[in-house]
Structures are given as C-alpha cells and as structure tokens.
C-alpha cells in the first residue's frame, strides 16, 4: 500500500479519499479498467442475469458504493462488441430498453476467464468497501477539516516560509504516524 495525492495505491489501483474528483476514477489516475477487462465485468454481469445498458452502468455503481460508474459512451460501444464478438445476445424484453444475454460462446468465456473476472470483481468490492470504510465517516470529516484549514491558513496574504514548511512537516508527520498504524 502506497499513499497517494488524495488516497492510496492498492494493487495497481488507486482509490481516491474524494477529495479531488469525489472519489471517481479519472481526472489524470489510472482508469478503473484496461484493455478488455470492461468487457469481462459486463460479461459476467449479464452472465448473472439478462441485463440493459443502464442496469449494467447502476450495477457497477452499487457494488462499488458509487464510487465509480461507467459512462454510458463506454458501456454502449462495449456490449456492441460483445455482441458482434458472439458473447451476448438480444433477450426478449417488455418495454422500449433493449435486453441482453450472454450466449453459449459468452458462457464458455465466462469459464475459460473465471479467475480474472474474480479479480476484476474483487476490484470492484474492495472499491466500494473503502467507501464504505471513507465516506460518511469521522475519517472523511477530518480529512475535509484539514483542507479547509490549510486553505484558509494557506490563503492569508502574508504566510511565511516558515509556516508552510511547519505545515508541511504536521502533514508529513501525520501520514507517517497513520501508516504505520
């Protein structure tokens, strides 16, 4: 575990305590998911039950404690894919949302990547758990203290060098004694 502007680095990804972004991938970070990896998310997720578009971005936004949430012009493009890739297919459906199903070929994927759909979902939990653990909590109420202090400090006219190198240290010193908690 690495600390980081804004949150912590755990496993290649970094989740973001909110303070700059609210908490979303984005905004220079690494995205949430590389290559295909999207694709095996949403293949499992419609694996799970026949599923819209919409459905899938809120599913990913649930599990994650809405902490991320695929855009709609990434979600759209990808389940073309999968379906010109054979893996999904048009479900019958009540009403104008068009339904999708994961066909044989998608089940047979499904298997053949168990372990990195396992990853990737693991991902995503560990995602919303550290949201779970952040928002709401005394720990986000401290941390948004600290940002009003030190802008409200930092922003007078006159601040020595001395005060912002005093500051800095009581940061530093900070975030060394919590991680070694």
Same mark, same amino acid.
Do not use: C
């Given at each position: 575990?690495?600390?980081?502007?804004?949150?912590?680095?755990?496993?290649?990804?970094?989740?973001?305590?909110?303070?700059?972004?609210?908490?979303?991938?984005?905004?220079?970070?690494?995205?949430?998911?590389?290559?295909?990896?999207?694709?095996?998310?949403?293949?499992?997720?419609?694996?799970?039950q026949?599923?819209?578009?919409?459905?899938?971005?809120?599913?990913?936004? =649930? !599990?994650?404690?809405?902490?991320?949430?695929?855009?709609?012009?990434?979600?759209?493009?990808?389940?073309?894919?999968?379906?010109?890739?054979?893996?999904?297919?048009?479900?019958?459906?009540?009403?104008?949302?068009?339904?999708?199903?994961?066909?044989?070929?998608?089940? !047979?994927?499904?298997?053949?990547?168990?372990?990195?759909?396992? /990853?990737?979902?693991? !991902?995503?939990?560990?995602?919303?758990?550290?949201?779970? !653990?952040?928002?709401?909590?005394s720990?986000?109420?401290?941390?948004?203290?600290?940002?009003?202090?030190?802008?409200?400090?930092?922003?007078?006219?006159?601040?020595?060098?001395?005060?912002?190198h005093?500051?800095?240290?009581?940061?530093?010193? /900070?975030?060394?004694?919590? =991680?070694?908690?």
């Amino acid at each position: 575990m690495h600390m980081m502007r804004g949150g912590f680095r755990r496993g290649g990804f970094e989740f973001s305590w909110g303070m700059e972004g609210e908490g979303r991938p984005g905004g220079g970070r690494r995205r949430m998911f590389d290559g295909g990896e999207l694709r095996l998310v949403l293949l499992r997720l419609i694996g799970d039950q026949p599923r819209h578009g919409y459905d899938l971005i809120r599913a990913i936004e =649930e !599990r994650t404690g809405g902490a991320y949430a695929p855009s709609p012009g990434v979600v759209y493009p990808t389940l073309t894919m999968l379906g010109d890739m054979g893996l999904i297919e048009d479900a019958p459906s009540e009403g104008a949302r068009k339904l999708f199903a994961v066909t044989a070929e998608g089940r !047979r994927v499904l298997e053949e990547k168990a372990e990195e759909i396992a /990853a990737l979902m693991a !991902r995503l939990d560990a995602l919303g758990e550290m949201r779970e !653990r952040t928002e709401g909590s005394s720990v986000r109420r401290a941390m948004h203290n600290l940002k009003t202090v030190l802008r409200m400090k930092l922003g007078e006219g006159d601040v020595s060098e001395d005060t912002i190198h005093e500051a800095v240290a009581l940061i530093d010193e /900070a975030a060394r004694k919590i =991680e070694r908690l």
